[in-house]
């Protein structure tokens, strides 16, 4: 969604940006059920509106907000998975 990408027939969806993330983070901890979960994305109003917080701010400010958010995430997800890697704590089950 930050990135740009959208469903171009579907615009207003979320559903191709939460499923593209999903496959990528989650998809292999994860059965049959939990999976199909993910593709009951909100439309992206919906999913930007509780972000703003009541206040009156565009979508494009809400979403440099998430952009900026998302610098300092990434790296510190990106330190987690490096120390499960280092301890050897990856797990590979699925619920």
């Not at 559903?15 to 979960?37: F, S």
């Not at 992206?44 to 900026?68: A, H, I, S, Y």
Request: hydrophobic share 35%.
């Amino acid at each position: 969604m930050c990135d740009g990408e959208q469903d171009e027939s579907h615009h207003k969806f979320i559903c191709l940006n939460a499923t593209k993330a999903y496959e990528v983070a989650l998809k292999k901890y994860h059965g049959w059920i939990v999976q199909k979960t993910f593709q009951a994305a909100p439309y992206k109003c919906d999913f930007l509106k509780p972000l703003t917080k009541g206040q009156n701010v565009t979508e494009e400010e809400c979403m440099e907000k998430v952009r900026l958010f998302l610098v300092n995430y990434v790296a510190t997800i990106d330190v987690i998975y490096e120390m499960y890697t280092k301890m050897n704590a990856e797990l590979n089950y699925k619920v």
